[in-house]
């Protein structure tokens, strides 16, 4: 009798519990997870690709444009992960993101819990909620950000004085 080995999963099978698990295998190269998140019919497989994708443009792009709700959210929270530090990404390439992100909970997500404190200062710089300027100024480790967010709190408050 002959052992049969199961397939392996494939990115390419009809089957999209068959493509998830491909997914989940760490199989896929990340090229195909950038094709599979835009163009996968089914949702659940380009929810699977979001959480292993390292491409900020991609991600930005699926959580402006997917039709699909969990998708989106699942694009902006790996997005948020990744922006503020949650893997190696280059600290250029996160720092051209957030300049480019137009998300409030995003920039104040970095604020408030970005690794280095250059990217919790850049984005102190575009936040206009006192509470939260107030917040990171109490609370932040860094004085420097600290420090910034004191002089953006008082830029704040004077303009909501006005």
Do not use: F
């Amino acid at each position: 009798m002959w052992l049969r080995r199961r397939p392996r999963p494939d990115i390419h099978d009809t089957d999209p519990a068959c493509r998830r698990a491909a997914i989940d295998a760490a199989t896929v190269g990340h090229n195909a997870l950038r094709r599979i998140v835009m163009n996968d019919p089914d949702h659940g497989v380009r929810q699977a690709a979001v959480g292993r994708l390292h491409d900020l443009v991609i991600l930005r792009s699926v959580l402006e444009r997917d039709r699909d709700a969990s998708v989106r959210e699942a694009a902006r929270a790996r997005y948020r992960q990744l922006l503020a530090g949650g893997d190696m990404l280059d600290i250029g390439y996160r720092r051209a993101a957030l300049q480019a992100c137009s998300d409030h909970q995003i920039i104040a997500h970095v604020a408030r819990s970005a690794r280095e404190p250059c990217l919790r200062h850049l984005a102190i710089g575009r936040i206009r909620e006192p509470r939260l300027l107030d917040e990171i100024r109490q609370h932040d480790i860094d004085a420097t950000v600290r420090a910034a967010a004191d002089e953006r709190l008082a830029v704040e408050t004077q303009r909501l004085e006005r």
